[in-house]
């Protein structure tokens, strides 16, 4: 994290004043490094035994990111798509208080892109959330080119802070699992097809992309392909009561565990749930802080 002050007017301030409001201070967060949060920083510098200047640097976030996010506390975001229920106040309140980052789906196929996409993507920057967008990969389509394309014009810059790793999303439709002896079949062909995605939207985004899938869909019907263990794994695995999931072969760690697709966010059900795994300072990183 870069080193900030007051009358600093970037990014950071966003972060620095939702760690403030997390240790315990009323500070607003509106990115502006004003005298409210100068004087939240000195306090919280004081009472912390370090020079109480305002200028918020390397011993400061790490004090900061230390009392706020205490050692086991779960740190959780969710995912979302055009059908889920993200059009009330009540669904983008909690949002802002009890999550931590968002995915939402971009793409699918060669042709479909989610409708909602870029206002959802939108509705999270203006709340300064972590977000990134997945591509929901059609496994028996061999028109990869198409597929990538498709993702890579939705219309969002993985460059710019706040944006997090695109995701591809390795799993078959309700169509797909009804033709199983084929994709068996074909696995090798597919696992070409899910390296080309991931090498040439890391070469136009910039980051390099997290793998969505569950051990049964990459042991089971990929018969797990070497090469891919390299790539940020977010995993599926709704098995109840389960404190540690089991990994899809390759992987020696996940950074994402989709826990329930039955979480209530607001007023509503039915709201993929999922718990970061590494530290959400670097989590941030990953998000070009």
């Given at each position: 994290m870069i080193t900030i002050k007051i009358k600093s007017n970037n990014e950071e301030v966003y972060i620095l004043q939702k760690l403030l409001r997390k240790v315990g201070y009323t500070t607003v967060v509106d990115g502006e490094f004003g005298t409210k949060t100068d004087k939240a920083v000195r306090d919280f510098q004081f009472s912390h035994s370090l020079i109480a200047d305002g200028i918020v640097g390397f011993r400061t976030w790490d004090l900061l990111f230390a009392k706020a996010f205490r050692a086991g506390e779960e740190i959780l975001g969710t995912d979302i798509y055009q059908h889920d229920a993200t059009s009330d106040d009540a669904f983008w309140s909690e949002l802002r208080e009890?999550?931590?980052?968002?995915?939402?789906?971009?793409?699918?196929?060669?042709?479909?892109?989610?409708?909602?996409?870029?206002?959802?993507?939108?509705?999270?920057?203006?709340?300064?959330?972590?977000?990134?967008?997945?591509?929901?990969?059609?496994?028996?389509?061999?028109?990869?080119?198409?597929?990538?394309?498709?993702?890579?014009?939705?219309?969002?810059?993985?460059?710019e802070k706040g944006m997090l790793p695109p995701v591809l999303d390795v799993e078959p439709t309700s169509d797909e699992w009804k033709n199983y002896s084929i994709l068996t079949e074909n696995r090798v062909a597919i696992a070409k097809r899910l390296k080309k995605w991931l090498t040439v939207v890391e070469k136009n985004t910039g980051k390099k992309p997290i793998i969505y899938t569950s051990k049964q869909i990459w042991d089971n019907i990929l018969?797990?392909?070497?090469?891919?263990?390299?790539?940020?794994?977010?995993?599926?695995?709704?098995?109840?009561?389960?404190?540690?999931?089991?990994?899809?072969?390759?992987?020696?760690?996940?950074?994402?565990?989709?826990?329930?697709?039955?979480?209530?966010?607001?007023?509503?059900?039915?709201?993929?749930?999922?718990?970061?795994?590494?530290?959400?300072?670097?989590?941030?990183?990953?998000?070009?802080?």
């Open positions: 009890k999550f931590h980052f968002c995915f939402v789906k971009a793409s699918e196929g060669a042709t479909f892109s989610d409708p909602r996409f870029l206002d959802h993507m939108k509705r999270l920057k203006s709340y300064r959330i972590l977000r990134g967008g997945y591509h929901f990969f059609r496994m028996l389509n061999n028109d990869v080119d198409s597929q990538i394309q498709n993702f890579l014009d939705a219309g969002v810059d993985y460059r018969k797990a392909p070497s090469g891919f263990g390299q790539y940020p794994l977010w995993l599926a695995n709704y098995t109840e009561g389960v404190t540690k999931p089991d990994l899809p072969t390759g992987w020696t760690n996940y950074t994402f565990w989709q826990f329930t697709e039955n979480g209530i966010i607001g007023e509503n059900d039915g709201f993929d749930l999922n718990r970061l795994n590494i530290s959400y300072r670097d989590l941030l990183k990953m998000a070009g802080y």
